[in-house]
């Protein structure tokens, strides 16, 4: 695995809850200098603040909403803003890659510390290729036991699975012997059919809501259809569902696993209403 490390480039992807920040753009663009302070305030800092839950929700035949597994992520808005307030960390695409890196870093640690896995019966985690291949993970999953590892869910980028598609098929034998599932994340929807994501061995599949969809009507619904029942309705994901008209627009297309802003509301309220 070390070799893999050594023969990986520097290109790198976000990790982190970028579509969920509802700060506005600062103006100031992130530096080394400032990227360095940011990380030695991040190595002190309460992690587990900065870390949010975005719920995978399954729609019954009863209209009820049932929790899949929950994403923690990390919100780089409350992070601008409680840290470093008045920069914008995604100006500059190189230093912000490393950034998500040492972000990366710091969630396994706090979560190896903290003990929160136990408390969550399923949960994934948005991460890089090459974090699963480094010293961090590996300390976290000697933290934990094999239900847990049954329980979690890797969430991978495609440019960034793509990128290194061999070290990517390395580590994902190795954390699938050992229990791990994993999700591929942020398909577009005219690559998605160009991908066989089962024998990448994705146990998930997530696209996000096409803004098109105000546009595209029933060409966009049928090819969603189409891709739904290629992967399987028990394996797809359609993510950033903030609107009413984006969940009935996945519904009407066989889609059974949504996650967005929409579906934290509505679970909430079901909860709410019942004991």
């Known amino acids: 695995i070390s070799s893999i490390v050594a023969a990986r480039s520097q290109a790198r992807r976000p990790q ?3 579509d969920f920040a509802t700060a506005p ?5 992130l530096t080394l200098e400032t990227l360095a302070r940011l990380e030695a305030a991040l190595a002190g800092a309460d992690f587990s603040s900065l870390l949010r839950r975005h719920t995978v929700c399954r729609f019954a035949q009863d209209d009820l909403v049932r929790p899949t597994f929950t994403e923690l992520t990390v919100s780089i808005g409350d992070l601008a803003r409680t840290v470093v307030p008045g920069l914008d960390l995604t100006a500059n695409g190189w230093l912000f890659d490393i950034l998500t890196e040492t972000l990366d870093r710091r969630m396994l640690s706090s979560l190896t510390r903290s003990g929160d ?12 290729v090459e974090t699963l291949l480094g010293e961090d993970f590996r300390a976290f999953d000697q933290a934990m036991s094999a239900a847990k590892r049954a329980n979690l869910v890797i969430e ?13 098929i390395c580590i994902r034998d190795l954390l699938r012997r050992k229990g791990y599932r994993f999700c591929l994340d942020g398909v577009g929807w005219r ?10 061995g994705f146990d998930f599949v997530k696209v996000n809501v096409d803004q098109a969809i105000d546009e595209s009507g029933e060409h966009l619904e049928v090819r969603l259809k189409w ?8 394996r797809f994901i359609l993510a950033r569902v903030e609107v009413q008209q984006a969940l009935n627009f996945g519904r009407d297309a066989g889609v059974t696993l949504f996650q967005g802003h929409l579906i934290e509301r509505i679970l909430s309220s079901q909860r709410r209403q019942r004991p």
């Open 156 to 168: 991978l980028k495609d440019k960034d699975v793509f990128h290194d598609l061999e070290s990517f």
């Open 16 to 18: 982190v809850d970028t």
């Open 227 to 234: 891709l739904v029942e290629r992967v399987g309705s028990h």
């Open 191 to 200: 690559t998605l059919d160009l991908i066989d994501t089962e024998r990448l």
């Open 25 to 29: 753009k600062p103006e100031v663009p």
């Open 117 to 128: 896995l136990p408390l969550m019966s399923s949960i994934s985690l948005n991460l890089n």
